[in-house]
């Protein structure tokens, strides 16, 4: 079941970005910052980047707005919604940022990436609060078909009880990843990461379902 057919509003899940002392503007601010960080500490261009569930896209366009390697940024970001989706591409046509394609398009099959791997920065925020434990674990798992040798992913999760985010950083490193950056924000209340691959980059194959939105 992909994000819309679970019926979600998804375009008034993004209201409380503009209220900028709720958790989820807080928490842009952290996925913001280690966007830039992972920008600036990489080497070489182009810089291939893959958002998975999008949304608006406002993780990463608002930090490529001003960041000083913008125009050496490619890839895709996928979102299902479809107005979530038409936001992400007015935002991007705005910045001129024509080398990023949008896609309307469900991100929980490894074929909405197909053609954008392999990727030097994934994006999977907001993401592993609405999926099943087992499907957090298996999206973990495939993640190396999709990165480019030394890629960073930036993941999110809520810190609720039961509190995952302990155990998701346990599999990134059974998967092959070393963790650089993890942090809770200052009320705790949500976990933003940072891992990079620090295995050989996997096989990619077309196909494989990676999870199923239950929320």
């Not at 979600?8 to 280690?34: C, F, G, I, M, N």
């Not at 469900?106 to 053609?115: L, P, Q, T």
Request: a negative charge; one cysteine or more.
């Amino acid at each position: 079941m992909s994000e819309v057919e679970k019926g979600r509003d998804w375009w008034k899940w993004h209201e409380p970005y503009d209220e900028p002392t709720s958790p989820l503007a807080r928490r842009l601010a952290v996925v913001q910052r280690q966007i830039r960080e992972s920008l600036d500490g990489r080497e070489g261009s182009p810089i291939q980047v893959i958002s998975l569930c999008a949304g608006q896209g406002r993780d990463l366009l608002g930090v490529l707005a001003e960041h000083p390697r913008r125009r050496e940024v490619r890839g895709r970001l996928v979102e299902a919604d479809p107005r979530n989706a038409r936001a992400a591409a007015r935002r991007l046509d705005e910045l001129g940022l024509g080398e990023i394609e949008l896609v309307c398009g469900d991100a929980s099959m490894s074929d909405a990436v197909a053609g954008a791997v392999p990727a030097d920065l994934i994006l999977v925020c907001g993401v592993f609060g609405n999926i099943s434990d087992d499907d957090v674990h298996a999206t973990i798992a495939a993640l190396p078909m999709m990165c480019a040798a030394g890629a960073d992913v930036i993941w999110t999760r809520h810190t609720r009880p039961p509190d995952l985010t302990p155990t998701i950083r346990s599999w990134f490193d059974e998967a092959g990843f070393a963790e650089v950056t993890f942090d809770t924000g200052t009320d705790a209340r949500f976990g933003v990461g940072t891992c990079r691959l620090r295995r050989d980059p996997a096989v990619f194959e077309p196909g494989t379902r990676l999870f199923s939105f239950v929320r």
